[in-house]
C-alpha cells in the first residue's frame, strides 16, 4: 500500500505538527511525502494582472526565502530517526496554496493531503484557519487530513463516522477511511443522531444503512443511534466519552451538515478541534 502524501507547509510550528503526524501514521507504510511551500511575492496579487517573473528583485526575494525556510525545515525532520520507508521530495512553487495542491495532486498522483490547522482564533467563524478551511472546501480530487495544531500523536483505534443516512454511499468514496481503519486496527464508530425522538429510520435510510455496512463488512465496526440531542453536541459527546482518535465526514452539499465547513454543525465541532479530522470528498 505505496502512498504519495501531500504536505503543505508554511514552515509553522503547526504544519510540522502535521509532518509529524503523517510520517507515525504512516510509519510501517512505504510513502513519498511531498512537501510543499506555495510563496508569494511582496506587492503582487495573484488575482491582478501583476504578476511578478523570474529573475525580478521581489520574486526573487520571496523564492529564496521559500527555499531557505524549506532548508531549514529539511534539517529540521533530520532530527528524528530516519525511517526507511520514507522518502521526501520538496517544492517551492509560486502560486496560491489552493491551486499549487490542486497542481501537485494532479502532477504526482497524490493519495492524500495531510495539514494543520491553528485551532481557535480569534474570530469563531475561523475555525481551522482560514487556508485549512479553504483547502478542505475546494480540494475535491482526494482525501484532507486536519491536524490539530497541538494535537500529539495517537494511533487512531477508535474512528467516528457521523452519518444521517439520507444519502447512499459509495465504496469509492469510503474506500480512504477503510485503509486507514485496517492498517490500525482501528474501530469504525458509525454515529447516528435521532433528530426524530423515535429511533426509526424510513425505507430509504434503511437502504442506505445496510449498503453501509456492505461497505464496511469486513472492518470492524458498530453502529450507535444517539439520543435527539442536538447534533453537534450528541458528536463531541460521543467523541469524548468514547476516546475516539479522528472524526470522518464526507464532503457532500447535500448531506445534513451541507458543506462539511459551511454548515453550523461542523462549525461547532471544529472550534477547537481535539483530534484530527478527516474529510472525505464525494466522487
Known amino acids: 500500500m505505496d502512498k504519495r502524501i501531500l504536505l503543505p507547509t508554511d514552515y509553522s510550528k503547526n504544519a510540522l505538527n502535521a509532518i509529524r503526524y503523517a510520517q507515525q501514521l504512516y510509519a510501517k507504510v512505504q510513502c513519498d511525502f511531498y512537501v510543499l511551500n506555495a510563496f508569494q511575492a511582496s506587492g503582487y496579487s495573484l488575482e491582478s494582472m501583476m504578476v ?93 487530513i486536519a491536524v490539530p495544531s497541538t494535537y500529539v500523536f495517537e494511533v487512531p483505534r477508535k474512528i467516528v463516522f457521523p452519518t444521517d443516512y439520507k444519502t447512499d454511499f459509495k465504496r469509492k468514496e469510503m474506500r480512504y477511511l477503510i485503509e486507514i481503519a485496517q492498517l490500525h486496527d482501528s474501530k469504525i464508530n458509525v454515529v ?71 454548515n453550523p454543525l461542523v462549525k461547532e465541532i471544529g472550534y477547537d478541534p481535539k483530534v484530527p479530522i478527516l474529510e472525505l470528498n464525494e466522487n
Do not use: W
Open 192 to 262: 447516528h443522531v435521532d433528530r426524530n425522538k423515535d429511533g426509526k429510520l424510513d425505507h430509504k435510510e434503511m437502504t442506505n444503512k445496510k449498503l453501509l455496512q456492505d461497505i464496511l463488512d469486513g472492518t470492524d465496526y458498530e453502529m450507535h443511534l444517539l439520543p435527539a440531542v442536538k447534533v453537534s453536541d450528541g458528536i463531541n459527546l460521543f467523541v469524548e466519552t468514547k476516546g475516539a482518535d479522528m472524526i470522518v465526514f464526507m464532503n457532500r452539499r447535500h448531506l445534513f451538515f451541507g458543506s462539511i465547513l459551511s
Open 52 to 144: 511578478p517573473e523570474p529573475g525580478e528583485r521581489f520574486y526573487e526575494m520571496a523564492r529564496k526565502e521559500s527555499e531557505e525556510g524549506m532548508h531549514r525545515l529539511m534539517e529540521m525532520l533530520k532530527i528524528h530517526p530516519e525511517n526507511p520507508n520514507h522518502r521526501f521530495h520538496t517544492i517551492c512553487t509560486f502560486n496560491s496554496l489552493v491551486e499549487a495542491i490542486k497542481h501537485v495532486i494532479n502532477k504526482k498522483d497524490i493519495d492524500v493531503v495531510i495539514m494543520g490547522t491553528k485551532g481557535i482564533t480569534a474570530s469563531k467563524a475561523r475555525i481551522f484557519g482560514t487556508n485549512t478551511v479553504t483547502v478542505m472546501e475546494r480540494i475535491k480530487d482526494c482525501p484532507v
